[in-house]
């Protein structure tokens, strides 16, 4: 079993505590396609953001660590998927600034981010490139005057609310570039993405030959993809911890029920194929978070010679908790079918996870390849 170390656990006390204030209107804020003012306020009040930005520009530590990130978003998450969503996007939306950013830049906008005065986003998947992002059709060139960004990008995270965009585009022809676009720049058209089985802020981002000055881009130009690799490297575990968080909630919610709902005279808990659900769930539960602590730990010292790793521990977790949710619903029974019963919406939050950051077919395709290598 991993075991924490006393920071990690303060700081995931200070996570449960914001979960605990925010879990009375979860519900309602998971339901949301724009920011939950009060969701919000609970996570701005906290400080929790300050993990996610270099202590130079107002965050926690020096280096951002993976481990921190994943028991924070386990901890959110097993309260709502708008409050971890809202914690997590601070993070990935303004890593390709911290590490690659002028220091100019960054004092302009990391402090606010650490305070959760600046909501930032990512830029990367267009319409017809999701996994593969070696396609994107994004344009990026210097002009007079600064640099300028031309295309769509599509199913942005906190499009429409975040106050910039870490935005990557092509560059040159082979070249790969990344530059900060201020949400109020003009050219920039934000309208609402499509309605997800997991409400989100989703947005469609229209750059119309946007120009911001040089000093905008993140990054070396044309080489910036390994910048994009390195935002996927330190998050991506992350995603292992909120997938525990969410199963956790789920085996908790089944627990309550078959403990207290009796059938044949007995509570559920003592019916054998229920009993088996259960224990198979809290089996997988602590499994995942093992793996997910390990894989993070590792991700703390080299993310990107980690990467096989976390993408191992997202892979489990995030598989792990469709199925735990999905024997929780099953032991509930008809309760576990209602709409707006919290099992129901556990169950559609867990499907995304699956998906994003890495779909499960995409990662064990680059597993399998690294594997073919001989390398394990």
Request: hydrophobic share 45%; charged share 20%.
């Amino acid at each position: 079993m991993f075991e924490l170390s006393p920071r990690h656990r303060k700081v995931r006390e200070a996570a449960r505590q914001v979960a605990a204030q925010v879990d009375a209107f979860a519900a309602e804020a998971d339901e949301s396609t724009e920011v939950h003012a009060g969701t919000l306020a609970a996570l701005r009040a906290s400080g929790l953001a300050r993990h996610v930005v270099p202590a130079a520009y107002g965050g926690e530590s020096e280096m951002l660590d993976p481990l921190t990130i994943t028991v924070v978003r386990e901890a959110l998450m097993y309260s709502s998927a708008h409050l971890d969503s809202l914690f997590a996007m601070q993070g990935i939306g303004s890593y390709p600034l911290a590490v690659g950013g002028g220091d100019a830049l960054r004092r302009s906008w990391l402090p606010r981010v650490a305070a959760l005065e600046a909501i930032a986003g990512l830029a990367l998947t267009e319409p017809d490139v999701g996994s593969d992002l070696r396609a994107v059709a994004t344009t990026v060139e210097s002009v007079a005057g600064g640099v300028r960004v031309h295309g769509r990008k599509s199913f942005i995270t906190n499009g429409g609310a975040a106050d910039f965009y870490c935005v990557l585009g092509r560059e040159g022809g082979d070249g790969y570039s990344m530059v900060l676009v201020p949400a109020d720049a003009p050219g920039l058209t934000v309208t609402p993405g499509s309605g997800l089985i997991a409400p989100h802020i989703l947005g469609e981002l229209d750059f119309d030959g946007v120009v911001v000055p040089e000093e905008n881009r993140l990054g070396v130009p044309r080489e910036a993809f390994s910048l994009m690799l390195r935002t996927l490297a330190v998050f991506r575990v992350s995603v292992a911890g909120a997938a525990v968080g969410l199963a956790q909630a789920a085996l908790d919610e089944a627990l309550r029920h078959v403990t207290t709902r009796e059938q044949f005279g007995r509570p559920l808990i003592h019916l054998g194929a229920v009993a088996q659900n259960v224990a198979l769930s809290w089996t997988e539960v602590e499994a995942a978070r093992a793996l997910a602590y390990r894989a993070a730990a590792l991700a703390g010292a080299d993310p990107l010679a980690r990467l096989d790793m976390s993408s191992i521990a997202k892979v489990a977790a995030t598989e792990a908790a469709g199925r735990v949710v999905d024997r929780s619903l099953q032991v509930m029974g008809r309760f576990g079918l209602v709409r707006g019963a919290k099992i129901e919406r556990l169950y559609r939050n867990a499907r995304p996870l699956r998906v994003y950051e890495g779909a499960t077919e995409v990662l064990l395709d680059s597993l399998a390849r690294r594997l073919a290598k001989g390398v394990s």
